[in-house]
């Protein structure tokens, strides 16, 4: 059996097919690249009508479902990625994410919120979407979502 050596394979036998990359919805851009990085800007995640997840995780939201909108702001910024650098090839290394969880005061699950992320970055790269995180809770994030996430990632040129 041959190996999946390609994110765009690995992506296939996931199942998964990116959406378009969200475009920003205030004064910022999606992604910036600079001295061999891609700085994602934060993604948030839709449900399978394009409808923002909302949620709060230790109130309405247990970690399951929280990892699981991880995962799709995991998918989001792998559209990003495609979008900015033509080819999944392109990228060298997650460097990093940042995991935001909107969380009461009380949860204190965030890293494992931040494994639904996280994991799909693995799934995606191969050892290359092993990376550093933050995953830390926050008292509202927009649009009422549950998660966000962005990323740093090194790229070849």
Known sequence: MTA????????IALGIVLPAAAAPAANYVPSVA?????????QIPFDDSGKPLRGRLGADMDIAAGAAAARRCAINLVA??????GELDRVERIVKLGVFVNSTPDFTDQPEVGNGASDFMVAVFGDAGRHARSAVGVAVLPRGVAVEVDAIIAIRG
Do not use: D, F, W, Y
Not at 4 to 11: I, K, N
Not at 34 to 42: D, E, K, N, V
Not at 80 to 85: D, E, H, P, T
């Open 4 to 11: 999946l050596v390609t994110p765009e394979q690995r992506l």
């Open 34 to 42: 600079m001295h061999g990085l891609l700085h994602i800007s934060g």
């Open 80 to 85: 990003q990625m495609k979008a900015a650098l």
